[in-house]
C-alpha cells in the first residue's frame, strides 16, 4: 500500500493532469462556495477569514476567477512544489499490539 501511494505522489508531479480531471475540480471547487455559505454562522466565519487573512471584499470573486484559470501545467508546477515523495512521511492508524505492530484485521 505504501509503494502504491508514493507512486501516485510521484505520478501526480511528473504527469501532467488531463484538461478533464482539471475541469472535474474546478467544478467542485466552484460549485462547492454556495454550500460553504448556507447559514448565517457560515456567512459570518467566511467573512471572518476574508478579514483575519486581508483578503478583501472582492476575494470570492477573484477565487473564482483565479480557479477559472488554473491549467494542468499550473497544478503540475504546484506538485512539484509542494509534493517531495522522497520527503514524505506516511502515518497509518489502526489497532496495534502490545509490541506496536498491527493487529490483524477481522473478517466480517
Known amino acids: 500500500v505504501k509503494a502504491n501511494f508514493i507512486e501516485e505522489f510521484r505520478r501526480i508531479r511528473d504527469e501532467l493532469a488531463t484538461d478533464n ?7 467542485y471547487l466552484l460549485g462547492s462556495i454556495p454550500f460553504r455559505v448556507t447559514t448565517s454562522d457560515q456567512v459570518a466565519e467566511q467573512l471572518l477569514q476574508i478579514e483575519r487573512f486581508h483578503l478583501g471584499f472582492g476575494y470570492l470573486d477573484e477565487f473564482r476567477k483565479r480557479i477559472s484559470a488554473v491549467t494542468p501545467a499550473d ?8 509534493l517531495d515523495p522522497d520527503k514524505l512521511i506516511l ?3 489502526g489497532a496495534v499490539d502490545d509490541k506496536g505492530q498491527p493487529l490483524p484485521a477481522k473478517k466480517p
Do not use: L, N, P
Open 21 to 27: 480531471e482539471v475541469e472535474d475540480a474546478k467544478r
Open 91 to 93: 502515518v497509518a492508524v
Open 75 to 82: 497544478v503540475q508546477a504546484a506538485a512539484r512544489k509542494h
